[in-house]
């Protein structure tokens, strides 16, 4: 077989028939179907048609490697098979990350947003990735309280020292953990520590979404607790941890790059 019918074969084939049907699924029909979020579906869909055309790429090189072997020029055939390794590789590795790293690294506080508003499917998406953190014994203690209207958001806003960042926010997630008695009494904290990563989650899928957020801090203070509390109507066993006004971010917010080898014990402290 032809090295280019080869790569037709085993490579382009395979890569167009699994991006067709990326394509062709629905994504919110799947994403409720599987769990699957439908930005995650978005996401892999365009990897595969990235992956694919340097699939494609990779094939119109070995076309050439085929030219340059058959007219005797062995050296420049080599170039060109390395080139073709690379491609490939490349190809490959757009398909099987996720983008993970580009997201937590792109990740900012963003303190001030625009006028446009955020819909409902963006919040859901949001919420969806927050409910995919690990919990303790996978009690999911997390509850969330989601403010769209404006007279909720300033109530909220007053009482809070960074409330005139919250009174900014499109939305105001508030994020929660609700202490189950017992679990409460054999593991005390771990609900905040499970709300905590929640929240991260969020982060996370807020700066995927194109969107800003900051965490305001409510937990540990007990007099912001005691005005959240109220204003949201909170039953006394659930605990507000933040409080993440979000929106388009209005500005230029950049990530820190926090990386410190200072900061890491190899094997003993
Ligand atoms: C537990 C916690 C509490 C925070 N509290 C506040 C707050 O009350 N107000 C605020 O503007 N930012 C708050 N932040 C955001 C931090 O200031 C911010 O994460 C930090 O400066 C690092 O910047 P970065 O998020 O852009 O990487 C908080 C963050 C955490 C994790």
Redesign the pocket.
Known sequence: MRPVTRVVRHALVPALGIFVMASAICPFAAGAETGTSPSAIDDAAQRIATAFEEIQKAAETITDVATAVAANKVGQAADKVAAVASTTAAGMRKLTQPGLYDTIYA?????DFTDQPVTCEQLAELLRAAMAAPTAMDRRPWRFVVLTGRPAIDDLAKG???GG?VAKGQAVVVVCAEAENEQAAALPGMHILDA?LA?QNL?LAVEAEGLGA????VWPMEAAIAHVRQTLGLPANVVPI?VIPVGYPKGE????D?WDPATIHWEKW
């Open positions: 990740r900012k506080s963003v303190r809070l020292r960074s960042t905590a929240s982060l900051v965490w305001t801090a933040n917010f950049k990530p820190k926090k």
